[in-house]
């Protein structure tokens, strides 16, 4: 037999009230949060919950997730974070950790399989996941407790424990810290892009559509072209360190910048160009391109 469920998680404001949820049917779900909680620790505790609470079971399951940060931080990095002492390829400490820790405990001998699914485009299983994880994100922010669902066999509607509440998140980084009190155009949009960049921002989908235009669009490296909303559902940490050396940044136009520079890595190096549009004072990538160096 095969279990098959979706999992996902919510956080109003990002972080801000947060909740989780995995969903098999009317029988199966389960949900809870916390007053305070990042939407990538909602998703990562839904799918944890779901392997806990099944166990016991010698099934085969399926987790529908729309977060690639999840399904490839469990499924690809994170035997490199192992070996590495739990630390990241730049020697950071691994975001989440204690959960990041959980998972891999919960994975040891199960039969998973992860299936990336796009959010609201109608996925049945993914749709209830949401909408529960939203409702107890909802139910907090309300300060009420949310309905915690009957879970899997054994736990009585209403009986699933809370979780307790994930590390704080870390406060929002200031991108112009060590700028002075008046940053240049140009040290505002350097500033940017080394910061869509970092894993802070890139782990957090709702941080990156603020910083990308409604119009965005990349021609990749690969000559794929991407699209706002394709990289919107792809987003995820790099998967090794990224060096950004600036060649050049200069006004194209009126509240417009380019910026042309080298991103370095232990495999080789890409010239890029970004176009910085400025938007009710606020600046904003609208086209992003790489080229492989020769």
Not at 63 to 85: A, E, F, L
Not at 203 to 213: F, K, N, R, T, Y
């Amino acid at each position: 037999m095969t279990i098959i469920a979706a999992a996902d998680g919510s956080a109003l404001g990002n972080p801000g009230p947060a909740g989780w949820a995995w969903y098999a049917d009317d029988d199966h779900w389960a949900a809870g949060g916390w007053p305070y909680g990042t939407n990538n620790q909602g998703e990562l505790t839904a799918v944890l919950d779901l392997l806990e609470q099944t166990a016991d079971i010698d099934d085969d399951l399926v987790i529908y997730c729309d977060s690639t940060y999840v399904i490839k931080s469990i499924t690809q990095w994170m035997p490199g974070w192992k070996r590495k002492g739990w630390k990241k390829g730049d020697g950071k400490p691994v975001m989440n950790l204690e959960i990041m820790q959980a998972l891999d405990r919960a994975m040891t001998g199960r039969r998973v399989r992860f299936e990336w699914v796009k959010g609201h485009s109608g996925h049945e299983l993914n749709e209830k996941a949401d909408r529960l994880a939203n409702g107890a994100a909802t139910a907090y922010q309300e300060g009420r407790e949310p309905d915690h669902g009957p879970g899997w066999a054994g736990n009585a509607p209403g009986t699933v424990a809370a979780r307790p509440a994930p590390a704080q998140p870390a406060p929002e980084p200031d991108l112009f810290s060590e700028l002075d009190a008046q940053p240049s155009d140009e040290e505002q949009v350097i500033a940017l892009e080394r910061a869509l960049l970092s894993d802070d921002v890139r782990s957090d989908p709702a941080a990156v559509a603020a910083m990308l235009h409604p119009q965005w669009t990349e021609v990749g490296r690969s000559g794929r072209l991407w699209t706002r909303e394709e990289i919107l559902d792809e987003i995820a940490p790099l998967e090794e360190p990224v060096t950004l050396d600036v060649l050049a940044c200069m006004p194209a136009a009126p509240d417009t910048m380019l910026l042309t520079w080298r991103s370095v890595t232990d495999s080789g190096s890409t010239l890029r160009s970004s176009v910085w549009v400025r938007t009710n004072g606020n600046w904003q990538q609208l086209f992003h391109q790489g080229t492989a160096e020769a």
